[in-house]
């Protein structure tokens, strides 16, 4: 059983920076890339940033580039959100997930359905 635990979420004032991070229990695995998605309420799950371990790409939804930066580790299958200048509209809860998929056009770890393992998310919440 492979279990992804967030952190790091809470409330902070608009132009604000929160840190999420997000590490595996369970049993060990190897992935191919990790990402970052969120819900806001009454909508649906969306991406927010991706890094495919190979090559050390990241991807991010236009709405947090300049603003969001992605980072982990491959060998520990952990990442990281820093989000910095947020915004009301950053609010929502965050998720982690890992693929252990592989696929030759990186665009794929931007859908929710690329995904294997998710955790259970952390709640952000910037006021203005």
């Known amino acids: 059983q492979v279990q992804l635990v967030e952190s790091g979420g809470g409330s902070v004032q608009a132009g604000g920076s929160l840190r999420l991070s997000c590490a595996p229990s369970g049993r060990a695995f190897r992935s191919s890339a990790m990402g970052w998605f969120r819900q806001a309420p009454g909508k649906e799950r969306v991406f927010v940033a991706s890094i495919v371990w190979r090559g050390s790409m990241t991807y991010y939804t236009d709405s947090v580039k300049g603003r969001f930066t992605i980072s982990g580790d491959n060998d520990k299958n952990t990442v990281y959100l820093q989000m910095d200048s947020l915004k009301p509209e950053d609010t929502a809860d965050y998720y982690c997930?890992?693929?252990?998929?592989?696929?030759?056009?990186?665009?794929?770890?931007?859908?929710?359905?690329?995904?294997?393992?998710w955790g259970q998310g952390t709640q952000v919440a910037v006021s203005s």
């Open positions: 997930a890992a693929s252990l998929f592989w696929y030759s056009d990186n665009s794929f770890y931007t859908l929710k359905t690329s995904y294997n393992y």
